[in-house]
Nanobody, 121 residues
């Protein structure tokens, strides 16, 4: 069992940065890939990025590639999503999830409650 808690969201202007954190409880955290998804109002949840259990591999959606960076510290049971050059279209609730190293939500078994990111123009 893994419990996930996201933090770091907020309101920023376009071009600014935010760093989201996903802290996990449970001894098996390092066995899971950790993915980030986001959901804007009226839209479906979409894949943002995922990082392998070791941290050696990361995969990004085209919409965030080059702007977002994912990293993890297994000693701290924490994954970080550094978001730079934010755009209004990045607005949404951001969720972290533990599961397989894949860009599909169905591949993830455990989910956090989400943190709101709002980017004003």
């Amino acid at each position: 069992q893994v419990q996930l808690v996201e933090s770091g969201g907020g309101l920023v202007q376009a071009g600014e940065s935010l760093r989201l954190s996903c802290v996990a409880s449970g001894r098996t955290f390092s066995s899971y890939a950790i993915g980030w998804f986001r959901q804007a109002p009226g839209k479906e949840r979409e894949f943002v990025s995922t990082i392998s259990w070791s941290g050696s591999n990361a995969y990004y959606a085209d919409s965030v590639k080059g702007r977002f960076t994912l990293s993890r510290d297994n000693a701290k049971n924490t994954v970080y999503l550094q978001m730079d050059s934010l755009k209004p279209e990045d607005t949404g609730v951001y969720y972290c999830a533990a599961g397989a190293y894949a860009p599909k939500a169905v591949e993830y078994d455990y989910w956090g409650q989400g943190t709101q990111v709002t980017v004003s123009s």
